[in-house]
């Protein structure tokens, strides 16, 4: 049974970091690219990042380019999404995804991940 578990979240002030993370057991293994979704209150669910089993590519949403880095632990079950410079509009439930078997899927669409987090709450104050 594949579990994902998010941690990191918090509240924060505009123009501070923040660094996410999940850890993820019971994949497997090669072709389980990786990802973080965000929902705002009121906001359909949105795509932020994805990493590929490698490592070694890395999509960002037009929001996250420039400010967040995905990236993947020593070990390749666990992944992390370094926020920088937050904004007020980067409050939401941060939710970490993983592929679990093939899809033609692209890397943004959330029905190609078929494993998710439970979120962690991640709020910028003005």
């Known amino acids: 049974q594949v579990q994902l578990i998010e941690s990191g979240g918090g509240l924060v002030r505009a123009g501070d970091s923040l660094r996410l993370s999940c850890a993820a057991s019971?994949?497997?293994?090669?072709?389980?690219?990786m990802a973080w979704f965000r929902r705002a209150p009121g906001k359909e669910r949105e795509f932020v990042a994805s990493?590929?089993?490698?490592?070694?590519?890395?999509h960002y949403s037009e929001s996250a380019e420039g400010r967040f880095t995905i990236s993947r632990g020593i070990s390749r079950y666990t992944v992390h999404l370094q926020m920088n410079n937050l904004t007020p509009e980067d409050s939401a439930v941060y939710y970490c995804?993983?592929?679990?078997?093939?899809?033609?899927?692209?890397?943004?669409?959330?029905?190609?991940?078929?494993?998710w987090g439970q979120g962690t709450q991640v709020t910028v104050s003005s």
């Open positions: 995804a993983a592929k679990t078997g093939p899809t033609i899927a692209v890397y943004n669409d959330p029905r190609g991940y078929g494993a």
């Open positions: 990493i590929s089993w490698s490592g070694d590519i890395a």
């Open positions: 019971g994949l497997p293994g090669s072709g389980s690219a």
